[in-house]
């Protein structure tokens, strides 16, 4: 099989990150999570204090700050300047603010470039909301996955009860998906959309398992 470009696309919380760790394993392919990336740039904000207004500060921040990512036991590690941020970039203050550093334009070329550099090195499912329409828009494999609005926020209340994190309710989860969403697909710059050659896959009646099964039959046909 070839080493390929997998792009995988959509809304918060459609399982993008299970499935796209999943499709990487099975094919050998390294995993890019980049929604980690706009998540750490705000964990950093929020660290140093930074407002969401200092548009400069934020810029600059990004531009010095480096992510970086390693292999852990159940999830990849998350590192800020050698700092671990796999949990803290999961919070909730961080959520509520990802979208609005997420928007900055400068901050996204930012990103994007560092994106392109590590799908240099072959094999690679990169999981965003941009991917498939800008960062890799020559990706042979593009995926954009959905589920209803209600579906995503039961999985993730579930996902929080099983892991022991304090959880809002199935309402609340629901409101802060559509908000996340809604601030992301009509931002100016890249804002989530599913590409033209982009396939569409809703997840909201499937198991994980038959999502990386479809997933994998369109990469075989590829290979
Ligand atoms: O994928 P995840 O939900 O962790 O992404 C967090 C946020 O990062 C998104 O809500 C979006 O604002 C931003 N993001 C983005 N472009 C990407 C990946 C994530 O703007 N490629």
Same mark, same amino acid.
């Given at each position: 099989?070839?080493?390929? $470009?997998?792009?995988?696309?959509?809304?918060?919380? =459609?399982?993008?990150?299970?499935?796209?760790?999943?499709?990487? #394993?099975r094919?050998?392919?390294?995993?890019?999570?980049?929604?980690?990336?706009?998540?750490?740039?705000?964990?950093?904000?929020?660290?140093?204090?930074?407002t969401?207004?200092?548009?400069?500060?934020?810029?600059?921040l990004?531009?010095?700050?480096?992510?970086?990512?390693?292999?852990?036991?159940?999830? $990849?590690r998350?590192?800020?300047?050698?700092?671990?941020?796999?949990k803290?970039?999961?919070?909730n203050?961080v959520? @509520?603010n990802v979208?609005a550093?997420?928007?900055i334009?400068?901050?996204?070329?930012e990103?994007?470039k @560092?994106?392109?550099?590590?799908a240099? $090195?072959?094999?690679?499912?990169?999981?965003?909301?941009?991917?498939?329409?800008?960062?890799?828009?020559?990706?042979?494999?593009?995926?954009?996955?959905?589920?209803? =609005?209600?579906?995503?926020?039961?999985?993730?209340?579930? @996902?929080?009860?099983? #892991?022991?994190?304090?959880?809002?309710?199935?309402? @609340?989860?629901q409101k802060?998906?559509?908000?996340?969403?809604?601030?992301?697909?009509?931002? #100016?710059v890249?804002?989530?959309?599913?590409? #033209?050659? =982009?396939?569409?896959?809703?997840?909201?009646?499937?198991?994980?398992?038959?999502?990386?099964?479809?997933?994998?039959?369109?990469?075989?046909?590829?290979c």
């Amino acid at each position: 099989t070839k080493a390929l $470009q997998v792009a995988m696309d959509g809304p918060a919380s =459609a399982g993008k990150s299970t499935v796209a760790k999943l499709v990487a #394993k099975r094919f050998g392919y390294i995993y890019c999570d980049t929604g980690a990336m706009y998540r750490s740039v705000t964990w950093a904000a929020l660290d140093r204090n930074i407002t969401l207004d200092n548009i400069a500060a934020i810029i600059k921040l990004a531009q010095e700050i480096t992510i970086s990512f390693e292999p852990g036991a159940e999830e $990849q590690r998350v590192f800020v300047d050698g700092h671990e941020v796999t949990k803290v970039i999961r919070s909730n203050e961080v959520a @509520e603010n990802v979208s609005a550093v997420a928007a900055i334009p400068e901050v996204r070329s930012e990103m994007v470039k @560092e994106q392109r550099k590590i799908a240099t $090195q072959g094999g690679i499912v990169m999981d965003g909301r941009d991917i498939g329409t800008t960062v890799l828009p020559n990706a042979p494999v593009k995926i954009f996955l959905v589920a209803s =609005a209600h579906e995503r926020a039961r999985r993730r209340f579930e @996902e929080n009860q099983a #892991k022991g994190i304090a959880t809002s309710t199935l309402e @609340e989860l629901q409101k802060a998906i559509e908000l996340r969403d809604q601030k992301d697909s009509t931002r #100016k710059v890249s804002p989530l959309t599913k590409a #033209k050659d =982009a396939i569409e896959i809703d997840s909201t009646h499937l198991t994980i398992d038959q999502v990386v099964s479809e997933i994998s039959k369109i990469i075989e046909k590829k290979c």
